[in-house]
């Protein structure tokens, strides 16, 4: 069955950077696009970035453009967030999401937390 396990969240003080992964099983991950999303208390989840199988497409939320990097490591079956720059508006809990068969499915989360 899919899973997605998300890890690398925390807490960073405004200005830094963090690196979550989302590791993937269950189905052929080179070929799907993978996304990040985010949640922040009391607001609606939202489209971080998206990067297709391939890796040549990458697509950004207008919010983090220039701050966040999306990748994807095949070999490992491994999506990653480069996010830099943190502000405390990027508080959320980030979830990563394939989208198969029709079917969404979502990782359990990873909370980060950007405060002084």
């Known amino acids: 069955q899919v899973q997605l396990v998300e890890s690398g969240g925390g807490l960073v003080q405004p200005g830094g950077s963090l690196r979550l992964s989302c590791a993937a099983s269950?189905?052929?991950?080179?070929?799907?696009?993978m996304s990040w999303y985010r949640q922040a208390p009391g607001k609606e989840r939202e489209l971080v970035a998206r990067i297709a199988g391939s890796s040549v497409s990458t697509n950004y939320a207008d919010s983090v453009k220039g701050r966040f990097t999306i990748s994807r490591d095949n070999t490992k079956n491994t999506v990653y967030l480069q996010m830099n720059s943190l502000q405390p508006e990027d508080t959320a809990v980030y979830y990563c999401?394939?989208?198969?068969?029709?079917?969404?499915?979502w990782g359990q989360g990873t909370q980060v937390t950007v405060s002084s």
């Open positions: 269950g189905f052929a991950f080179s070929t799907y696009a």
């Open positions: 999401k394939v989208v198969r068969w029709g079917y969404d499915y």
